[in-house]
Every structure is written in structure tokens, then in C-alpha cells.
């Protein structure tokens, strides 16, 4: 179980102000460029201000306003026709710059690192690419858990309050950052094992 299995009940609530969206013009790619562009300015901005640390609770407010954005991208693009093949390119390249970009300004508040963080970085890329290769290699695109880029959410949202709310992270928090690396090369994992599994069964040829 996973956050992303909760995206349904999300995209209800959301259908309303879509469809209004919809009604004034606004495009599926729209919304798309408007939630990488604003998570850059919001990480952007929460690096500059990284010392004060209550800054760090804008993040979980702009996870929240960003699940919603990419949930309304993704009703435009299905429900009201707007699918295309740069949408597709730019879901996956906004999704992908977003989360570094949020991620990134954690690097700067103690017990974390530029390391630790980088490699959160680097694994999170790594796990939407075996997501994403899935329609390449004859299975769907794979959002196996334990940890997607829904739950990668909800963990730095809610590390974000706590940063915000606290005057110091006890030093045993810097094992957060480890164990979220290993939850995400177990997903990284279950994606590819995922993937190839559906392509034997449609048949496709596995190397």
C-alpha cells in the first residue's frame, strides 16, 4: 500500500476545478510547466532562506499544492482530450526536475548532507526511469512501491514540518535519509521485476 494507491479518491475531489480550468482555457502541458517551474522557485527559495528554518514549511504546503497540480494535469490530459506526446515527455522531465529541485535544500540542514541527500537525488531519478522504461520494453509504466514519488512526498513534507517546527534535529534523524535510499532501491527493484514480468506474460521476449 502506497500513497499513490489514494490518487483516485484525490482526482474525485479534484474533477470540479479541473473541469473550470478547463472552461477558461487552461491546457494539461500548462499545468505541467507551472508545477516544475514552481517547485524550482519554491526549493529556490528555501535554500536561499535555509538558516531560518521555519522556511522549510512551505515544502509540505507546495507537496500538497503539487500532487494536486500533477493530479489536474492528468484528468485534462485523459478525460478532456489534451493527451499528447510532449505532455508525456514533459510529465516525466517535471516530475524528475521537481523532486531534485525539492529536495536539494534539505542538504543544508544538520544531520543531513550533500551525500546523503545527492544520493536520495540520484535514486529517485533512477526509480521514475525504471517507472517510465516500462512502455519500452512491452509492460505499463510501473509505480510499484514502497516508495514512489507520492511517498517520497508525504516522507520530505512531513520532514519539512518538522525542520520548520523544530530548533534542532536530533542527530539520530540523519538515519532517515539512509533508510529512505534502501526503500527506494527496493522500489527501484520491484519496478524493473514488475516490468519484465508483465512483458512475459504479453509475450515479449525477456534478455
Known amino acids: 500500500m ?59 504546503l507546495w507537496m500538497l499544492a503539487r500532487m494536486a497540480l500533477n493530479a489536474i494535469d492528468g484528468i485534462l490530459a485523459r478525460e478532456f482530450r489534451q493527451k499528447s506526446v510532449l505532455g508525456g515527455y514533459l510529465n516525466e522531465i517535471g516530475d524528475v526536475v521537481s523532486d531534485a529541485a525539492l529536495y536539494a535544500p534539505f542538504a543544508l540542514v544538520p544531520p543531513f548532507g550533500a551525500a546523503s541527500v545527492g544520493f536520495i537525488i540520484a535514486a529517485s531519478i533512477t526509480s521514475e526511469l525504471a517507472g517510465a522504461l516500462g512502455p519500452m520494453m512491452g509492460a505499463s509504466r510501473r509505480y510499484d512501491g514502497p516508495m514512489g514519488k507520492s511517498d517520497r512526498a508525504a516522507v520530505f513534507g512531513a520532514l519539512g514540518i518538522w525542520i520548520g517546527l523544530s530548533a534542532r534535529s536530533p542527530d539520530w534523524l540523519a538515519w532517515a535519509m539512509p533508510l529512505l535510499a534502501v526503500l527506494i532501491v527496493i522500489t527501484v527493484v520491484n519496478r524493473v521485476r514488475g516490468g519484465v514480468s508483465e512483458a512475459q506474460r504479453s509475450g515479449v521476449a525477456a534478455c
Open 2 to 60: 502506497t500513497v499513490y494507491a489514494l490518487k483516485p479518491r484525490f482526482q474525485n475531489l479534484l474533477r470540479p476545478s479541473t473541469a473550470a480550468l478547463w472552461r477558461l482555457g487552461v491546457t494539461a502541458n500548462q499545468v505541467t510547466v507551472a508545477a516544475a517551474v514552481g517547485s524550482i522557485a519554491i526549493a529556490g527559495a528555501t535554500a536561499w532562506r535555509a538558516e531560518t528554518r521555519t522556511v522549510f514549511l512551505i515544502v509540505p
